[in-house]
């Protein structure tokens, strides 16, 4: 490829992600607007379905829009808008709420769509860059795309236009994510497979071998703690107060430190006066994503995490070496 074509090339790439990053600042103006809240309303308050409907571009990324609704706990169905016109608008039931996407807002198929939706008493938002176009006209809300140009080099190719609309139905689903209260417990109902799945549904207490459990109570030498140290494999030792429940913990770290620093008359010391104090510990009945997220959001990593029963007394570590087992 000629290196001036190449070098012109990526240029108009640059324009095309400038286009979209400046309609998408613009819309911030559209989510602080009343018909925004209204939309969101809308849906909360819809009693049936939400059908997005869409031909061509639209229609794909109105596919995008009902799946991610659905999967936040807000029922959506994607429907194209020819086929809705031969058929399939027998679909829409009359307490669904309908979302109409169209850049120009004068799409025939869709369009004719409305009389149907007006005599049924459907709710209509639409999604459209004239607000003052046919469709603007007919639905009972609008919310424009605020795109002044696509990013295409030529201007045709829905680019600016498709990634706002997408950027819309986000938003829409994040709105109402909040106003559900929706949580990743009903998050993981939706999504059994697959490692996100995995994350979500598998528990601590599934990963772990409770038969493998070093604890040394806070009194005994450090000699003790780095003998079960040695002994489990564990990468760490929980220690307790007299009734069993964890205070701190003694890890290979700690060992190779204070034999690095020399310091080996420790050994012959109380536990308690080595340990790391209020260490980081996690419920049996915590997820694998809530798992890996305290081992790794952290400055300072860690690969064995002791767990606790509901009493905070110690049944187990888990290494991320254990994460990575169960899933794999």
Request: net charge negative; glycine share 8%; charged share 20%.
């Amino acid at each position: 490829m000629d290196e001036s074509l190449l070098t012109e090339a990526v240029a108009a790439a640059a324009r095309a992600v400038s286009a979209e990053a400046s309609a998408l600042a613009r819309l911030e103006e559209v989510i602080a607007s009343p018909p925004f809240a209204r939309a969101v309303a809308a849906c909360y308050e819809c009693a049936g379905k939400i059908f997005v409907v869409g031909l061509g571009k639209s229609g794909l990324v109105g596919a995008k829009i009902a799946a991610t609704l659905s999967s936040t706990g807000t029922t959506a169905v994607s429907l194209h808008a020819a086929d809705a016109l031969h058929g399939d608008m027998g679909a829409i039931g009359s307490t669904d709420v309908a979302i109409l996407i169209s850049k120009s807002g004068q799409t025939r198929e869709t369009l004719e769509i409305i009389p149907f939706l007006k005599d049924q008493g459907n709710t209509i938002i639409a999604l459209t860059n004239e607000p003052e176009s046919s469709l603007g006209a007919g639905a009972d809300i609008v919310l424009p795309l605020m795109v002044e140009t696509e990013g295409c080099p030529m201007n045709l190719a829905p680019m600016a236009s498709t990634t706002n609309t997408l950027a819309i139905g986000d938003a829409l689903a994040a709105a109402l994510i909040v106003a559900r209260g929706f949580r990743a417990e009903s998050f993981a109902r939706f999504h059994p497979g697959g490692k996100l799945g995995w994350m979500l549904t598998a528990n601590v207490a599934d990963m772990i071998d409770r038969s493998k459990n070093p604890v040394v109570w806070e009194g005994e030498l450090l000699r003790v703690a780095v003998k079960k140290l040695v002994e489990y494999r564990l990468g760490a030792v929980s220690v307790v107060d007299a009734q069993g429940r964890m205070v701190g913990i003694v890890t290979d770290g700690d060992l190779k430190r204070i034999v690095v620093e020399g310091d080996e008359a420790l050994f012959d010391r109380p536990v308690v006066e080595t340990m790391a104090k209020e260490p980081t510990v996690i419920a049996l009945t915590a997820s694998a994503a809530e798992a890996l997220d305290m081992m790794e959001r952290r400055d300072n990593q860690i690969s064995a995490l002791p767990v606790v029963d509901g009493d905070l007394k110690p049944v187990g570590v888990l290494r991320i070496h254990d994460v990575i087992r169960s899933h794999y």
